[in-house]
């Protein structure tokens, strides 16, 4: 009963094996899966993969890293696009101050109206977050993001960045990064996150867990995310799977 909250199937790095990996997936127990299409290319093949398979979901957004890139009108295309009943959420949305693409000035005006989107619609959010955890948390409260909560993505913040985002009704998602070795501020937030906000995911084909770092990552390697939750929390790997799995049905209105 996994549920991958966060993946990436529809990206370059599955186009010979795509079907093969989704197979893989279930097998290892996975019954839902979250696909994230982020900008003018992916968006819409998230919104078919969702179409194809009924346990595939889509969430839509515009990425901070391609920020520069929106042109007048695509968000309303994302606006109409949201109807759609497969798409539960507009993410991954945020703000990245590693990759030095799109100026920080325009990725924070991105990210600004669609929060106001996702507030206009009453959809959650899915939050991209890279060094830039104030900005992050000043903007989410600037624009009321706590009206529609969401899912910081990926979690890598502190325990106190964490109960601030948990103030603002979001939920914190683990992946890959949880599972290694020298993961010790990620082990130590997971270990006190309320386990009715505690998703799972894998950010698939990136942040392989371990034992499989430095390889392609897949949907079905949430197993290994869920493994390393249950024995950091001393609960089975199926109480765990239950409690993730509810936590985004009731979010995202997944059936």
């Not at 003018?40 to 078919?48: F, H, K, L």
């Not at 600037?142 to 009206?147: D, G, R, V, Y």
């Not at 390889?215 to 079905?220: A, D, I, L, S, W």
């Amino acid at each position: 009963m996994l549920t991958d909250s966060h993946t990436h199937l529809n990206a370059e790095q599955f186009k010979d094996d795509q079907d093969a990996v989704i197979q893989r997936a279930l097998e290892a127990g996975v019954t839902r899966i979250v696909n994230v299409g982020f900008n003018r290319e992916t968006i819409p093949s998230s919104i078919e993969l969702a179409e194809k398979y009924d346990f595939i979901y889509s969430t839509i957004g515009w990425h901070p890293v391609d920020a520069i890139d929106m042109m007048p009108g695509d968000l309303e295309w994302i606006e109409s696009l949201c109807q759609h009943e497969k798409v539960v959420a507009i993410g991954e949305i945020g703000l990245d101050y590693y990759w030095d693409k799109s100026p920080r000035d325009v990725q924070q005006r991105v990210f600004r109206e669609q929060i106001r989107l996702a507030r206009k619609l009453g959809m959650p959010i899915v939050i991209h977050n890279r060094d830039a955890h104030q900005d992050i948390l000043t903007i989410l409260k600037e624009e009321k993001a706590a009206e529609v909560g969401g899912i910081m993505h990926c979690f890598s913040g502190s325990w106190e960045t964490a109960k601030q985002c948990l103030d603002m009704n979001f939920h914190i998602s683990f992946g890959g990064p949880v599972t290694f070795k020298n993961a010790v501020q990620p082990k130590e937030v997971l270990a006190q996150v309320p386990l009715d906000r505690l998703l799972i995911e894998t950010d698939a084909p990136y942040l392989t867990p371990h034992p499989f770092r430095g390889k392609r990552n897949e949907t079905g390697y949430v197993r290994l995310v869920a493994e390393t939750a249950a024995e950091i929390r001393g609960m089975t790997l199926e109480e765990i799977a239950e409690i993730t799995t509810n936590n985004a049905i009731r979010l995202l209105g997944l059936k």
